[in-house]
């Protein structure tokens, strides 16, 4: 029977000013900072994770039934408002500590995929409401 893992988050959020704020904590930290309203700069330390059940039909023969994916990443980050509630996002940065396993009934290391770290390039749009 699986039990659930529990992660602790803990945080310090300030606002300096108008401009600037930051959060430093447990698992995410964040440092922003706003030269106008349509702009805003990040720099960010976040951790990913994800724990899925594998189907038994999909099985590898390896007899692994759960996937588990984890990773740090430390990021600069650009934002701009560019009409209404549209946002553009631009991210920079590094992924690091990335684990990608597969593990049995008793969550015994089944198959490690041995990712390793890498750089993170990503460009987005956001709705805000």
């Known amino acids: 029977m699986e039990r659930p893992k529990i992660t602790p988050i803990v945080a310090f959020d300030y ?52 996937a588990v994916l984890s990773q740090m990443t430390s990021a600069l980050e650009y934002e701009r408002n560019v009409a209404g509630n549209w946002f553009l996002n631009f991210k920079a940065g590094y992924d690091f500590n990335k684990k990608y396993n597969l593990l049995d009934s008793n969550d015994h290391k089944v198959y490690d995929y041995n990712t390793g770290n890498g750089y993170v390039l990503g460009i987005g749009i956001k709705y805000k409401q």
Not at 25 to 35: H, R
């Open 15 to 66: 606002k300096v000013n108008q401009k600037t704020d930051f959060k430093i904590g447990f698992p995410d930290s964040k440092i922003s900072y706003s030269n106008n309203d349509r702009n805003k700069f990040s720099l960010t330390n976040s951790f990913n994770g994800n724990f899925y059940h594998l189907d038994k039909t999909s099985s590898t023969g390896n007899n692994s039934e759960k």
